[in-house]
């Protein structure tokens, strides 16, 4: 079983930046990727981007191209999610994933393992 913890959530004014982390454990822990996802106050959870967990390969969505910045720490099993230029409709709770395989899925359903969230509230 897998076991996966999210910290660094906080509050933030618009246009600062933030780190979340995402803590894997668990005998089975083997990801092929590993992903964010975020889910806003009466919105579906969303892609926000994800990392295959050997090779390293990253993948954003489109919202957030050229402001997040996903990494990970194979020897920690700690993935992050360095967040700039934060904004307001941003303000979700921050999801940590991880499936199997090579492929990278933006929808819910094809990710097996979830962590707890962390809340980022980003202030106008």
Do not use: H
Not at 32 to 46: I, L, T, Y
Not at 68 to 95: C, G, H
């Amino acid at each position: 079983q897998v076991q996966l913890v999210e910290s660094g959530g906080g509050l933030v004014q618009a246009g600062g930046s933030l780190r979340v982390s995402c803590a894997a454990s668990g005998r089975t822990f083997r990801p092929g990727v590993m992903g964010w996802f975020r889910q806003a106050p009466g919105k579906e959870r969303e892609f926000v981007a994800a990392i295959t967990w050997v090779a390293g390969i990253k993948y954003y969505s489109d919202s957030v191209k050229g402001r997040f910045t996903i990494s990970r720490d194979n020897a920690k099993k700690t993935m992050y999610l360095q967040m700039n230029n934060l904004k307001p409709e941003e303000t979700a709770v921050y999801y940590c994933a991880a499936r199997a395989g090579n492929n990278v899925r933006t929808e819910v359903i094809d990710w097996g393992d979830w962590g707890q969230g962390t809340q980022v509230t980003v202030s106008s």
